[in-house]
């Protein structure tokens, strides 16, 4: 909704209740305490709506319609982008609503029906499954890693790391942990840029063991940087459903296309 539909059903909802529900100030818009009281039912309220139509949803028997699946930008970018044409001939009628983010969607409030996520949920109607366990390794263009050779510290090399707003992943964490004197010759918070700069050889991109498949190459570390090599992070991927869409199913199709598409990529396996 615009802010102008937001701002005429809150009058609404006022004259409604007899008693304001937000102070306009020039600071902003503030709750009042009945607001705040208000607030937990009305959550309950869109809770139901949304647990009212996945009861819908259960009735269908063909994979067709509409799936929105949020995923990690890198994995988004270079694993499940690409392998959706295979999707697609196997369902024609199935549309992907695909957001590529870092941000996470709220399944309960069915913000997305699927979530490929970096850390499993703990609270929530949902169902989840550890696609895999990866190990981050720097990596950079064949041709470089050549001209490098064994590194031996790490500011012989040029580096391409995380923006300010991402600074506090564990890749860039490690890299001021290990390398306080490096200075990234290029910062974004876009991975699939960083990809593309350390293929065409600007520098070395953190990145898990899979983009290894992308046209890059690990690094070798000298016997000097063994300690900081033992301690370059690992992560995990998590896919996470509904419990009330998990076998609805145009999900379920998804689902499987997604369990796939990952061990496709940790078995080195082509699409």
């Known amino acids: 909704m ?12 006022e004259t409604d209740v007899g008693a304001p529900l937000f102070d306009r100030t020039r600071e902003g ?29 259960k009735v269908e028997t063909e994979v067709e319609g509409v799936v929105r699946l949020t995923v990690l930008p890198g994995i988004a970018d270079v694993f499940v982008a690409p392998a959706l044409a295979k999707l697609h001939r196997r369902y024609p009628r199935l549309v992907v609503e695909l957001d590529a983010s870092v941000s996470y969607a709220d399944l ?3 913000e997305a029906d699927i979530a490929v996520r970096a850390s499993r949920p703990t609270s929530g109607e949902l169902v989840t499954m550890k696609l895999i366990t990866v190990r981050a390794l720097p990596m950079t263009s064949p041709r470089y890693a050549h001209e490098l050779g064994k590194l031996k510290r790490l500011e012989d090399a040029r580096w391409v790391s995380w923006g300010a707003d991402l600074a506090h992943l564990p890749d860039a964490a490690w890299l001021r942990t290990h390398g306080p004197e490096v200075t990234p010759v290029m910062r974004t918070s876009h991975f699939a840029s960083q990809l593309a700069a350390a293929r065409a050889g600007l520098g070395v991109v953190i ?14 570390p000298s016997k000097a940087l063994g300690e900081a090599w ?13 419990r009330a869409l998990r076998f609805v199913p145009r999900v379920a199709a998804v689902w499987t296309f997604i369990v796939e598409t990952i061990h496709d990529v940790s078995t080195g396996k082509d699409s």
């Open 108 to 110: 309960t409030r069915r």
């Open 29 to 57: 818009t503030r709750p009042t305490a009945l607001a705040e009281h208000m607030l937990p039912h009305a959550e309950e309220m869109e809770l139901s709506a949304a647990r009212f139509a996945s009861a819908g949803a």
């Open 207 to 220: 990145a898990s063991a899979p983009y290894g498949k992308t046209g890059l190459v690990a690094i070798e």
């Open 2 to 13: 615009d802010v102008s539909t937001v701002s005429r059903r809150l009058d609404r909802l």
């Open 230 to 242: 033992a301690a370059l992070p690992t992560g995990e991927l998590w896919l996470v459903g509904h």
